[in-house]
C-alpha cells in the first residue's frame, strides 16, 4: 500500500509575524516528526502551484487576483483581519497548498497511492469565497473536492474535518451542494462561531457536532460513533478528503478539547474504514491548524502512521 506526502519548501516561506501561532516552525515541527525511518516508507512528492482555473473553482476571479497581487517587501507584512497576515511569499506559499491538495487528489484517483496527507500551510477551512479569514487564504480542501469533480468526474464527495475550530469556510462554500458532505466536530462556543448542530445544509448534507470545551477523549469518540460516522456511511461517498486540524489536542494554546495523540490515530483508524466500505480506500488528508509544536508533531505522526498501517483486502 502506498502513502503519499505532499509538501513544498515555499510553504516555509509564509511569515506571519514573530508571535503569530501559525509559524513556519507548524510545518517543520510535522516534516521533522515524518522524516523518522518508520516513515521511510511514504512516496514523498512536491505540492505544485494551482492553476489560477484550480482555485477559480472555489474561488471569484476578482478575489484571487486581489489575494495573489499582495506581495508585501521583504519583511513587511499586509493584514487581511485581526488573525490574516500576508507576507512576501504568502501567496506563493497559498497556491502550493491548494496546489497540492489538487495533486494529491489526482495521485489517490489515478490509483498510484491509496492515501496521501498535504503538509502544506497556510491552512483554508476559514477561507470563505470572498474573503480570508482564520489564517486562511483559499479553501484548499474545497478546492480539491471541486477539482476532482471537474477532472475525475466523482460525483459523492465527503469532506470531513476534526480541527478544533468549525471549518466554516469549506461549509460556506460547498452546503448548497447535495453531492458533497461535509462534517465538523469542533469546540462550541470557540472561534469563529458557527458550526451549531442545526447547520445541516441544502439536503441535510452537513453534520455539525458542537463539542464543550472540555470534552476529552471519550465523549469526542462517542460523538464521532454516534453521528458523524454513520451520517458519513449513509452518504456514501466515492472519495473522503480531511481536514485534518490537530489543535483539538489538549496541549493546544487555542482551544480546550482536551485530546490526546492517540484520538487522532482512532478517527484515522474510523476514516480509512469509511473510505475502505465506499472509496476503493481513497482517501486525501490536508493539515489545517494545531499550535504546540510538540503536539502537533506527535498528533501529525499518529495520523500518517495509521494511514501507513496494512489494511485487509
Known amino acids: 500500500m502506498t502513502v503519499a506526502l505532499f509538501t513544498h519548501p515555499a510553504c516555509l516561506a509564509h511569515e506571519p509575524g514573530a508571535g503569530h501561532p501559525e509559524r513556519p516552525d507548524r510545518l517543520r515541527a510535522v516534516l521533522a516528526a515524518l522524516d523518522h525511518p518508520e516513515f521511510a516508507a511514504l512516496r514523498r512528492e512536491q505540492a505544485p502551484q494551482a492553476s489560477l482555473e484550480q482555485l477559480a473553482l472555489a474561488h471569484p476571479a476578482d478575489y484571487i487576483a486581489q489575494v495573489l497581487a499582495i506581495r508585501p517587501l521583504p519583511g513587511d507584512a499586509v493584514r487581511l483581519d485581526a488573525d490574516t497576515v500576508m507576507s512576501n511569499g504568502s501567496a506563493e506559499a497559498a497556491r502550493h497548498a491548494a496546489g497540492g491538495a489538487c495533486a494529491a487528489v489526482d ?20 477561507a470563505e469565497p470572498r474573503q480570508a479569514m482564520g489564517f486562511c ?7 480539491a473536492a471541486l477539482h ?12 470531513v474535518d476534526f480541527d478544533v475550530h468549525h471549518g466554516n469556510g469549506t461549509q460556506a462554500m460547498l452546503q448548497d451542494d447535495p453531492q458533497v ?12 462561531g458557527t458550526g451549531a448542530a442545526s447547520e445541516t445544509g441544502i439536503d441535510r448534507n452537513v453534520v455539525n457536532l458542537p463539542l464543550p470545551p472540555g470534552t476529552g ?18 452518504f456514501g461517498p466515492e472519495l473522503l478528503l480531511v481536514s485534518a ?39 486525501v488528508s490536508l493539515l489545517e491548524g494545531g499550535y504546540d509544536l510538540d503536539a502537533l508533531a506527535l498528533s501529525a505522526a499518529a495520523h500518517v502512521r495509521v494511514l501507513m498501517r496494512p489494511r485487509p483486502g
Not at 495521485?107 to 476559514?126: Q, T, Y
Not at 476532482?148 to 469532506?159: D, E, L, S, Y
Open 107 to 126: 495521485l489517490v484517483m489515478a490509483g498510484h497511492a491509496e492515501s496521501a496527507f498535504v503538509a502544506v500551510r497556510p491552512p483554508g477551512h476559514h
Open 137 to 143: 487564504l483559499f479553501g484548499s480542501v474545497a478546492i
Open 148 to 159: 476532482a469533480r471537474t477532472k475525475w468526474k466523482v460525483r459523492r464527495i465527503a469532506i
Open 181 to 192: 458532505f461535509f462534517a465538523s466536530s469542533h469546540q462550541f462556543p470557540c472561534y469563529p
Open 217 to 234: 477523549s471519550a465523549s469526542f469518540r462517542q460523538g464521532w460513533r454516534d453521528v458523524i460516522l454513520p451520517a458519513l456511511d449513509r
Open 245 to 283: 486540524g490537530f489543535d483539538a489536542h489538549r496541549a493546544d494554546p487555542l482551544a480546550q478539547l482536551e485530546l490526546e495523540a492517540d484520538d487522532f490515530g482512532w478517527i484515522t483508524e474510523a476514516l480509512l474504514g469509511v473510505a475502505d466500505r465506499h472509496c476503493g480506500g481513497r482517501l
